[in-house]
């Protein structure tokens, strides 16, 4: 059994991980990373839709307004230092009939109370004149021009080196199975190794209400749902040069389109709501 020792222990090394690791690398602290995973890129960051959002469609006045809204900004300096692909590409969210077209109104208040200001109603002859060859079914659309793409994967790859330049220690294929008060700190527990630590981030993920329940916080479930991408070569190339979106922003960004831009080019998705694993929550209720 290994024996570690660290300030902060940090629990998942995906993009929250990899990322707090880096930020918490610039003071003078011992961090370990550990994941269950025999490599870093977590288990959403390997796998979402690449899209660094502006936030116009967040629900107002919540902490993920704050935070989209907040971080759009920093993208561009971040990937710049991180030497990574991005791109402010833009997103047309487009109305394929008189009620998602009777929605774009709304949207646009929502966009302003989110404080992002610089969406634009477009007519279809405008939404075509951007991009020509959109389906003649589109009636109307908002141009979202700071949505933009950067490659999910070297993000956090990138992320993690910087991090392990800076002194950061990585375990993977370190699943922590157990986690405890000890002495002012935490101990936490794999298979195969003992880590003290002063302090234990959760940057577990879906599963992060596993590693605050081995602490008895039981107050947020995860709810884990599945999604498809086809992401090939192979698919049609459009000549489009953003994203799109379909209307309702919310409900219908499952389905959207993202322009070629990391090697595999293009990629779709749709979402089905299936729950793969009970949340502590639903195993207490069971
Ligand atoms: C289909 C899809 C599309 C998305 N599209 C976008 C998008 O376009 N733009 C956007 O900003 N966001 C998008 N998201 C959301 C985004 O991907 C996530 O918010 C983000 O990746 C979460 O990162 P994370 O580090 O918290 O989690 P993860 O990437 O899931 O990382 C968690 C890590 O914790 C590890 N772990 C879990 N349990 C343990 C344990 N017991 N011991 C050790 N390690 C453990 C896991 O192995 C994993 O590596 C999308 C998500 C999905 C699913």
Redesign the pocket.
């Known amino acids: 059994m290994d024996k570690y020792q660290a300030d902060v222990l940090i ?7 990899a990322a707090l690791a880096r930020e918490l690398s610039k003071h003078s602290l011992d961090i370990i990373v ?4 025999n490599d870093v ?13 502006t936030g116009f469609d967040a629900p107002p006045g919540t902490l993920e307004s704050e935070m989209v809204v907040g971080s759009n900004p920093m993208w561009d300096r971040l990937c710049g230092e991180l030497d990574i692909p991005f791109k402010r590409v833009g997103a047309i969210l487009v109305a394929l009939n008189e009620q998602e077209e009777a929605e774009l109104p709304g949207i646009m208040a929502k966009a302003r109370k989110n404080r992002v200001y610089d969406l634009d109603l477009l007519t279809s002859a405008q939404v075509r004149n951007m991009e020509s060859d959109v389906s003649d079914a589109v009636r109307a659309g908002i141009s979202v021009p700071r949505e933009s793409i950067t490659d999910p994967f070297l993000l956090v790859v990138a992320l993690a080196e910087n991090a392990c330049a800076n002194g950061v220690r990585f375990l993977v294929d ?4 157990n986690l405890t008060a000890d002495g002012g700190g935490y101990l936490a527990e794999s298979d195969s190794a003992r880590i003290r630590a002063r302090y234990v981030v959760n ?5 992060s209400d ?2 605050s329940g081995f602490l008895g916080i039981h107050d947020s479930g995860c709810i884990r749902a599945e ?1 498809s ?1 086809i992401s090939s070569t192979a698919l049609p190339r459009f000549a489009c040069n953003g994203l799109f979106f379909q209307c309702p922003p919310r409900l219908r960004r499952a389905s959207c389109w993202l322009p070629p831009f990391m090697a595999t080019g293009s990629a779709g ?1 749709r979402r089905r709501n299936s729950k793969t694993r009970p949340t502590p929550n639903e195993q207490a209720r069971a």
Do not use: P, T, Y
């Open positions: 629990v998942g090394a995906g993009a929250v991980g550990a994941d269950r995973l890129g977590g288990d959403a960051s390997k796998s979402n839709s690449a899209i660094v959002h370190c699943e922590i199975n940057a577990a993920g879906l599963f596993r590693i999604d991408f998705q």
